[in-house]
């Protein structure tokens, strides 16, 4: 999972993408890039961490032209540590291109001997992004046949890129000198959404994003979700090309967008995150009343942030207090995305703080949008009881997490996810709660995918083990778990 955002406009936009990332930091905290294009001159700066102390004053200095991307990383692929993969990344040929993505390439091992055999193209680093780049520069040349460059050719390089190209990405492009090409995988499984906007001089500005509030903050109007397997191309003069490039498109986006990884305040291919996490909250409930007596529980907490619309509607529909016993430092990064497991066992502390006051002698009843690894929740449970709490039930707004994301989220080996191969009885000894109670994948959907008809489906693999690129085998489970990054 990464945050993503290109936008071609008639003044700087610098200042337009940086904004962009600080609404986008959620997405990724390991490193961020951003790149502009002046004329047929790219200008970029990338760093470590995270967007507010990664720039300088001198840097946006340097960020000149009206086109331009940015990226936030949150590593699922290559090395975390890593300097030389903090996106964008860029080839000189043909024209030049500077990219970013967001998603998780799940054919690499084929495209690197490809790319290495065939192609003869040399990579710097295991980045799969790297690996898309190439790919892409590879087929725009083989389309390149006079001086200039026309949408009808990128979209016939796209089309290839689609050919060879497994997994999920949403894709934005820089083409020197012509304009900004964005796409998204066939299953539309990662998030991509265009808007538009004109200027005080009556030109048309356009921004590509992963999340709608991006759009909303920047005062631009909501032109559509990108389909599955679409592309547009926006000339450097505002000109908006589009065309469906994938063949045999499905809309199934990632169930994790809405239950954890984006803001309650977006709205993904035209479902309102907050409105699916307060009606997951709601079927959690239905839930919890099949499971257990509620007449005992004194109160309903969430662990903040994501969790609080769900714990919301669970207090709601069961009659029982809601009350906030954790108060979150914000000044800590999303514990689940941190990198290494230590790293995130140190950071729930400093993240969380028990307030004695609501728990002292109360049974209570905790809400999280869901328990992945276990680490956050078995402090939680601990914290919990450490602040006097008589009794603790643990709830996910989420299923069981059973099998590796290997889509573009860092959940790489079953033997880190607390659920692999054991009961809700054993997850709960685990976690020390007195009882565990989980979401069902079936009512999981229903409240996701409520009160619309365009998305049928959701991306689910890690819940359920259906791979909906077709192209996942045990072997290649395999591969991903020795090879996750560090």
């Not at 490193?31 to 047929?40: D, F, V």
């Not at 040349?141 to 990128?154: D, F, K, R």
């Not at 054991?422 to 069902?440: A, F, N």
């Amino acid at each position: 999972m990464c945050g993503i955002v290109g936008i071609v406009s008639s003044e700087p936009v610098n200042q337009q993408i940086y904004d962009s990332l600080l609404l986008l930091q959620h997405r990724g905290q390991d490193s961020t890039g951003i790149a502009t294009a002046e004329g047929s001159v790219f200008h970029q700066v990338k760093a470590r961490g995270q967007v507010r102390e990664a720039y300088r004053t001198r840097d946006m200095r340097n960020l000149l032209g009206n086109m331009g991307l940015g990226h936030v990383r949150y590593a699922t692929s290559g090395t975390a540590a890593n300097d030389q993969e903090v996106q964008p990344f860029y080839v000189n040929a043909p024209y030049g291109i500077i990219l970013v993505h967001n998603g998780n390439l799940t054919n690499t091992r084929e495209l690197t001997a490809e790319l290495f055999n065939v192609d003869r193209r040399h990579l710097n680093t295991s980045s799969d992004t790297e690996l898309l780049l190439n790919v892409l520069a590879t087929e725009l040349q083989a389309e390149i046949s006079g001086l200039s460059l026309e949408p009808e050719q990128v979209f016939n390089a796209v089309t290839r890129v689609y050919e060879r190209v497994q997994g999920s990405y949403a894709v934005i492009a820089l083409i020197a000198g012509y304009g900004m090409l964005a796409f998204r995988d066939p299953n539309g499984i990662r998030p991509l959404i265009l808007g538009k906007r004109v200027s005080a001089a009556g030109k048309d500005e356009y921004v590509v994003a992963s999340e709608s509030l991006v759009l909303e903050s920047g005062g631009y109007e909501i032109v559509r979700d990108l389909g599955p397997g679409e592309a547009v191309f926006i000339s450097t003069e505002g000109e908006l090309f589009s065309r469906q490039c994938g063949a045999n498109p499905r809309l199934a986006p990632c169930s994790f967008e809405f239950i954890y990884l984006a803001r309650p305040d977006s709205v993904l291919n035209g479902i309102s995150v907050y409105d699916a996490r307060l009606r997951l909250g709601n079927v959690l409930a239905e839930q919890i009343k099949t499971e257990m007596s509620t007449g005992d529980v004194d109160v309903v907490m969430p662990i903040p942030d994501s969790a609080r619309p769900s714990a919301m509607q669970v207090a709601r529909q069961l009659g029982i207090e809601y009350r906030e016993g954790f108060f979150k430092n914000r000044y800590v990064g999303r514990t689940f995305i941190m990198p290494g497991q230590a790293v995130r066992k140190r950071s729930v502390r400093q993240k969380l703080n028990a307030m004695s006051y609501e728990f002292t002698g109360k049974n209570v009843l905790i809400v999280d949008d869901s328990i992945v690894r276990g680490t956050t929740s078995r402090e939680i449970v601990e914290m919990a009881r450490s602040a006097g709490a008589n009794k603790v039930t643990f709830a996910s707004a989420a299923p069981p997490v059973l099998f590796p994301h290997v889509y573009g989220i860092n959940m790489p080996s079953r033997q880190e996810l607390i659920a692999h191969n054991r009961s809700t009885e054993e997850i709960s000894r685990e976690l020390g709660s007195d009882q565990l109670i989980y979401q069902r994948v079936a009512d999981m959907n229903r409240a996701i995918l409520d009160g619309q008809s365009a998305v049928t489906e959701l991306e689910n693999s890690c819940f359920t083990g259906e791979y909906i690129s077709g192209n996942i085998d045990a072997e290649y489970l395999a591969w991903v778990e020795a090879n996750q990054v560090s």
